[in-house]
């Protein structure tokens, strides 16, 4: 399934329970404390989708860039943004290939955005905002936890909304360290400790 496949208006449709405005608002203040971020800092938002972080900090006083690989989620974060009063670059583009040079304060990689490629793509996404981070800057990446994934874990989960329905089908692959969604889909969990460890050897 290609990336345009599932990151669309359905997937906004039928998630958007779970990222409303009081989550964001949280996430966001969590956001900020975690990078310790002021008015002014330089945030570089990986796979900022609609813009829901990246337009709260701004609304702070962080100086955001968004980065997101779909033009229709950049269109609606824009949209946010105007409509919040508050200016963020929104960038289309490929976290693997990033076009800047020590120029952020802060990366941070939000809502499991990291991942989804094999490791030494993820591994050059990590090493693409290391290079994209001024010195002392910092990266924060939110990802899903192994072992809560595996306590609740299903094979297949229904979702309901308005009398609409969408089927998502689950499996994960331990040995290769892959959670597979849908026949097609695979989200791979990346071992992020391990490789942060080796993108800093290598960042020396």
């Known amino acids: 399934m290609e990336r345009e496949e599932v990151f669309d208006e359905d997937y906004l449709y039928f998630d958007d329970r779970l990222i409303d405005d009081e989550t964001s608002d949280a996430e966001a203040e969590l956001v900020w404390e975690l990078l310790g971020l002021t008015p002014g800092s330089e945030v570089l938002d990986l796979a900022c ?10 609304s702070r006083g962080a100086r955001v860039t968004g980065l997101d690989a779909t033009p229709a989620f950049l269109e609606l974060a824009r949209a946010d943004a105007a409509a919040r009063g508050v ?8 976290m693997r290939e990033l076009p800047w040079s020590e120029r952020f304060d802060a990366v941070l990689s939000w809502f499991t955005s990291f991942g989804y490629f094999e490791d030494d793509e993820s591994r050059r996404v990590l090493a693409e905002a290391y290079d994209s981070l001024r010195p002392g800057g910092e990266l924060l990446i939110e990802n899903n936890n192994v072992a809560a994934l595996m306590r609740g874990f299903v094979p297949a989960h229904v979702n309901e909304r308005d009398g609409n329905f969408m089927l998502d089908r689950f ?3 331990l040995p290769r360290g892959t959670h597979p969604h849908d026949p097609d889909h695979r989200a791979r969990r990346a071992d992020a400790q391990l490789l942060l460890r080796r993108a800093a050897l290598l960042a020396g």
């Not at 200016?87 to 490929?94: A, H, K, L």
């Open 49 to 58: 989708g609609h813009g829901r972080i990246a337009n709260r900090l701004a």
């Open 87 to 94: 200016e963020v670059e929104y960038v289309e583009g490929d």
């Open 171 to 173: 499996s994960i692959d």
